[in-house]
């Protein structure tokens, strides 16, 4: 039977809790353990998928098509584990379920309530994770702050599931911040003490407390974190900023976390090895002094968290090459008033990401121009490709009006627009063409020589396609179709003939790459940006 760790937060919100469980992630599995991680969202959304960037930050796809929290990029990332939309739960989804349920008459003569209704429908949506596999250790993490009004159910049901599972089958750990007031000079562990207590009010007894920290916390302080939080002295985990998210599974190990785990889990299994790990990537990144500057064009360019995935990706593709990455963010409105030369000298690549909506567009579409012209690496994910694919209709074509239907209903050249099956489409939720689809590739295209085989397959989250009305004109003009989806004809990959390194492509390759195995496209535009820079 698979063991359960439940991961909560106090104190303030963006303590890192889903890189902390994916920490513990990747410190179990390297014993030889096998692990999956389930976020729990509390907010009444279904999905994150209808949500702003501004409010939510990236929405990470899972291979099956589910949109989810970003933390399930974290989980990725780390560990070698298959996410599914069971991964990632929230109030919408669990709530949705159980409407469903009272309408179709399963709860007949019943008062349907929080307790037991929601909570039950929580516990079954946690243990599901459990049936069928192997899984060793569940690690189940609750989003939001101890003490919010929304994740009272979530904590109600991990609090029964763990006396359901017995000693030895399930622990908490609870993530706090320490801080460090300058004017006193001293570390304050009362804010801890608090939010550990607010946790006991609702029946809930962490294990360990792992506490975020700027400064090292002092042994006086973490043993009277121990004796007011009722933990063992060992139990009281400093997690001490560090330079890369990499390296808090080393601190993590290193303070003795994941051999606190295993045995109050009572769990036999080796030694964890992260040698690998330091190796291949904490050292790189420590050591690499090759810069390479990268300009992001966005518009969600303030927001650390609108582009996680990309951010992290870059940094794969610049660990597989020995370089250190300096990412320039570049908002597309900015372009707008300041024109591209003055945005974006100096840069050594230029990549532009997904996204929704006209705002900031001419921007992204001038960076393309910039980079075509100039022979500077372009990557183009998604947006990034409706966004070549215009340009090059307007400046090479001669199509001055071209654009995509997503920004003009009527463009005279609608060389991105909906295809018949999306055209029908009224509802937003979950109705975008998402998760993985098969492209095959053309050898002697760039991609080619990156992924070094024909057949890929990659993630999706788009409603617009390329429109092969234009295929044979932007062919004549120089633009290759590299990659397609065979079963529908769908344009996947663009390139642009006698260009350094110029890919665009409809999918989402930075939802698939990870710090030891950098994503081969991301991989070979770091590449190429890195010859282009002295
Ligand atoms: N807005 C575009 C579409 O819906 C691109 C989406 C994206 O970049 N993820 O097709």
Not at 370 to 377: F, L, S
Request: with cysteine; aromatic share 8%.
């Amino acid at each position: 039977m698979a063991k359960y760790i439940f991961v909560t937060g106090g104190v303030v919100s963006s303590l890192g809790k889903g890189l902390a469980s994916a920490s513990v992630g990747k410190l179990l599995e390297s014993r030889g353990l096998k692990v999956t991680i389930i976020k729990c969202d509390p907010y009444i959304n279904v999905d994150p998928g209808t949500m702003n960037p501004f409010q939510h930050g990236e929405v990470y796809v899972t291979k099956d098509g589910a949109e989810t929290d970003l933390d399930l990029g974290h989980y990725e990332r780390f560990t070698n584990a298959s996410f599914t939309k069971d991964n990632n739960i929230t109030t919408g989804k669990i709530y949705y379920s159980v409407i469903t349920k009272e309408r179709r008459g399963d709860y007949l003569g019943k008062t349907v309530q929080i307790i037991p209704h929601i909570t039950n429908e929580i516990k079954q949506n946690i243990r599901k994770l459990g049936y069928g596999k192997k899984v060793d250790v569940i690690i189940v993490e609750i989003g939001g702050t101890v003490g919010d009004i929304e994740s009272l159910p979530f904590l109600e049901a991990i609090r029964q599931l763990r006396l359901e599972l017995g000693r030895g089958y399930a622990m908490n750990i609870h993530l706090t911040l320490v801080p460090f007031i300058k004017s006193a000079g001293e570390i304050k562990t009362k804010p801890t003490q608090h939010s550990v207590g607010t946790l006991r009010e609702i029946g809930i007894i962490p294990d360990i407390i792992v506490c975020r920290t700027e400064r090292p916390i002092p042994k006086e302080a973490r043993d009277k974190i121990a004796l007011f939080c009722n933990v063992d002295k060992e139990a009281v985990i400093p997690a001490i900023d560090v330079k890369s998210i990499y390296e808090v599974p080393l601190t993590f190990k290193k303070e003795g976390l994941d051999n606190l785990i295993v045995r109050l889990l009572n769990i036999h299994c080796e030694d964890s090895n992260l040698s690998l790990w330091e190796e291949n990537v904490v050292r790189r990144l420590e050591t690499a002094t090759k810069e390479v500057n990268i300009a992001v064009v966005g518009k969600y360019i303030t927001l650390q968290d609108a582009y996680k995935s990309i951010y992290e990706s870059l940094t794969h593709g610049a660990i597989a090459n020995n370089v250190k990455l300096v990412i320039r963010r570049i908002d597309s409105e900015d372009i707008e008033k300041k024109g591209a030369r003055n945005c974006l000298s100096g840069v050594s690549g230029i990549l532009v990401p997904g996204g929704f909506g006209d705002r900031g567009i001419e921007g992204k579409i001038a960076a393309v121009k910039y980079a075509r012209e100039n022979n500077i690496p372009y990557f183009g994910i998604c947006l990034g490709m409706h966004t070549a694919v215009i340009e090059f209709a307007r400046n090479v074509c001669g199509m001055k009006t071209a654009n995509s239907t997503e920004f003009n209903k009527n463009t005279k050249h609608p060389v991105i627009s909906l295809i018949e099956e999306q055209k029908k489409v009224k509802a937003k939720g979950a109705t975008m063409r998402l998760g993985s689809y098969d492209c095959l590739i053309k050898k002697g295209s760039s991609a080619y020589r990156a992924y070094k085989k024909t057949k890929i397959v990659e993630r999706h989250r788009h409603r617009y396609e390329f429109n092969n009305k234009y295929k044979e004109e932007m062919e004549k003009n120089g633009m290759n179709f590299v990659g397609t989806y065979p079963k529908q004809n769908l344009v996947e990959i663009v390139e642009i003939k006698g260009h350094k390194w110029f890919v665009a492509c409809q999918f989402h390759p930075e939802f698939k790459s990870k710090p030891d195995k950098a994503h081969p496209l991301f991989a070979a535009f770091i590449k190429h940006a890195s010859l282009a820079s002295i």
